[in-house]
């Protein structure tokens, strides 16, 4: 199967050299060999030529917001809409938020502040891509967060931070999580200490990156992403 990932944004310039892009994090979650990927940098303006240019489609993090008056904002909703119903769409974080938005949901930058460190989502339904209803821990770095949920949707897991943390859009043939599978743990804590003393505190920086001493399901979940990307 070709998989695409759209592009929507990069590691911070002084980290990047150690640890790449987005793309390759999530090639190396779903397998190196197990698709045929195409990437589709969506802030340079690149995008497929249509929904049926590849089998399925994962929509990355970015630093950006889906309000944001960024010019490549609005022709990544106009794609998903098209894309919807149509063929598996997964959205990782931004892409999380940006589908929510783009199908008639609400995103906010939210009044509870930055999400970091290792988040647990509790799971309040199952689906037939997941292997359990075991509550997951992964890495999450985030403000804006979905607060009202499109039509049609359900959010299946979060916590009370954030509830609309996993959503189901059903037969819309899409899914999304607003934490991070991709983040290997050297790279979730790199990130934090490159945000350290501008976008957190010490306390909060220190309280983050201690958080990684615990096991993580980013594994478990890139297995059930992978799962609903196969069974189209």
């Known amino acids: 199967m070709k998989l695409g990932i759209l592009e929507t944004g990069a590691p911070p310039e002084d980290i990047r050299g150690r640890f ?3 793309p390759g994090m999530f090639r190396k ?52 809409r098209e894309a919807k119903g149509k063929l598996p769409l997964v959205g ?4 999380h938020q940006i589908m929510a938005q783009a199908f008639g949901g609400k995103v906010i930058k939210s009044p509870k502040g930055w999400g970091v460190g290792l988040h647990r ?11 359990s209803a075991e509550p997951i821990a992964i890495p999450a770095s985030h403000q804006d967060q979905v607060v009202e949920l499109a039509p049609g949707a359900r959010a299946i897991g979060g916590s009370e931070f954030c509830p609309n943390g996993m959503i189901d859009y059903g037969e819309a043939r899409a899914i999304s999580i607003q934490l991070h599978p991709e983040f290997e743990p050297a ?11 501008t976008r957190y505190t ?31």
Do not use: H
Request: glycine fraction near 10%; charge should be negative.
């Open 29 to 80: 979650l779903l397998g190196e060999q197990a698709y045929d990927y195409a990437v589709f940098d969506v802030q340079a303006g690149r995008m497929p030529q249509g929904a049926d240019a590849c089998g399925a489609y994962v929509v990355t993090g970015s630093s950006a917001g889906v309000y944001d008056p960024e010019p490549w904002i609005e022709p990544l909703m106009d794609f998903l």
């Open 20 to 22: 790449g892009g987005y």
């Open 187 to 197: 790279y979730a804590k790199a990130l934090i200490e490159n945000r350290r003393g």
């Open 92 to 95: 990782v974080c931004f892409g």
């Open 202 to 232: 010490d306390e909060e920086a220190d309280r983050a990156v201690m958080s990684y001493e615990q096991p993580d399901d980013r594994l478990r979940v890139g297995a059930w992403l992978q799962r609903f990307i196969e069974q189209g």
């Open 121 to 131: 989502y509790r799971l309040s339904e199952t689906r037939d891509w997941m292997d």
